[in-house]
């Protein structure tokens, strides 16, 4: 895993980096809070991953899913979350199929059903398992976040490379429905999805873009920040960039008629980098209850 030379365009770099700080509403009844902070660090220290997730994750990748139903922002109402659940309806890149510990992306019922009947060709019977590029679960298309969470020194390493096979697939998918309508080009060096790695004291976020060859935070809230700005600033242009493109789709596609490789959904993966991790930012929490640069 390693980060293009050409990197990412700088406008997309100056807006997610803006995200490291995005101010928000934090609550202060919670295991972060000042009083208990150095404390919950120290609980969790030898225990399992089970328990980094249920104290540690919701504190680092909040779900958008009790936004929505617990605070009512209906904004986030196009979105749909898994956990731990295999990406049986995603085509697969390697012999074995992404589970993140969370991931999220767009409901099947975010989208109208013109834009539906312009994706059917291509999803075919998702229910039966037929796969493809464009969703992850039964439920969930466009995944663009990804969580791993891991315990032991070499853990996050392991974290980042389960993260880049999921979001690899998670950008190729944005990546063939915009070659689809020719216009690929607008993804080139755009950061298309997130993931998270951490443990019990560390957090590495890292966007996923990619690279098409023509020719061939200083507070333990960051993490928190930068995922509820991913929700309501990045998520819903990223909605409305995708629909776009679904709806360049011809509504009467025939996949007997017109194969894959004709529409260049099947081009060969030596043409571009699909998935290029750009390191966002790495906080780490020491038992002080500071955070300091990692």
Same mark, same amino acid.
């Given at each position: ?47 399992? @991953?089970?328990? =980094?997730?249920?104290? %540690?994750?919701?504190?680092? $990748? ?7 139903? !617990? #605070? +009512? ?110 216009? @690929?080009?607008? =993804?080139?060096?755009? %950061?298309?999805?997130?993931? $998270? ?7 590495? !976020? #890292? +966007? ?87």
């Amino acid at each position: 895993m390693e980060e293009s030379d050409l990197g990412i365009s700088k406008d997309s770099k100056n807006t997610y980096l803006s995200f490291l700080s995005s101010d928000q509403i934090i609550s202060d009844n919670t295991l972060f809070h000042n009083n208990v902070f150095k404390q919950t660090c120290q609980r969790v220290e030898d225990r399992n @991953e089970a328990r =980094v997730i249920r104290d %540690i994750t919701p504190l680092i $990748v909040p779900s958008a899913e009790i936004f929505l139903y !617990i #605070y +009512g922002d209906q904004s986030l109402n196009i979105l749909v979350e898994s956990t731990e659940e295999g990406w049986n309806n995603s085509m697969p890149l390697t012999g074995t199929r992404p589970q993140p510990d969370f991931s999220i992306g767009f409901r099947r019922e975010s989208f109208t059903e013109d834009q539906l009947l312009r994706l059917s060709s291509f999803i075919g019977d998702f229910i039966a398992g037929d796969v493809s590029y464009f969703m992850a679960t039964y439920s969930m298309y466009f995944p663009f976040l990804t969580c791993e969470v891991k315990c032991g020194a070499t853990g996050l390493d392991v974290a980042d490379r389960q993260n880049a096979h999921s979001m690899t697939l998670a950008v190729r998918a944005v990546v063939e429905l915009f070659r689809a309508v020719k216009r @690929e080009k607008e =993804v080139h060096q755009q %950061i298309l999805g997130f993931s $998270v790695s951490h443990d019990h004291r560390s957090v590495r !976020i #890292y +966007g996923h873009y990619p690279v098409i060859d023509e020719k061939t935070a200083n507070t333990r809230w960051t993490a928190y920040r930068f995922t509820k700005s991913t929700y309501k600033v990045w998520m819903p242009n990223h909605f409305k960039r995708i629909c776009s493109a679904i709806d360049q789709l011809p509504s009467d596609w025939n996949l007997d008629d017109v194969s894959l490789a004709e529409t260049g959904l099947l081009q060969s993966f030596q043409s571009h980098h699909l998935s290029q991790p750009a390191r966002l930012d790495s906080i780490s929490a020491s038992f002080d209850g500071e955070l300091s640069d990692a």
